[in-house]
């Protein structure tokens, strides 16, 4: 469903979970909203961010 689109996802992975070092679970679950709406504005389209959402449900085995 989804085409790889990071040359280094590895890295990105990486620096994500960096960010969450030392956070408790509700300052990373915090970190992880602010992340989503910054990246959702850098998308900048709802119609993209929305197959986003599709997409990461069906990861996630949760129903469409």
């Known amino acids: ?3 790889p689109n990071l040359s280094n996802a590895d890295d990105v992975y ?3 979970l960096a960010a969450h ?6 300052a990373s679950d915090a970190l992880n909203a602010r992340l989503l709406l ?7 389209d709802r119609e993209v961010i ?5 997409a990461a449900k069906l ?6």
Do not use: R
């Open 21 to 26: 070092e030392g956070l408790d679970k509700a």
């Open 1 to 3: 469903f989804l085409s």
């Open 38 to 44: 910054v990246l959702a504005n850098h998308i900048g």
């Open 50 to 54: 929305l197959q986003a959402l599709v």
């Open 14 to 16: 990486a620096d994500i």
């Open 59 to 64: 990861a996630g085995g949760s129903p469409s």
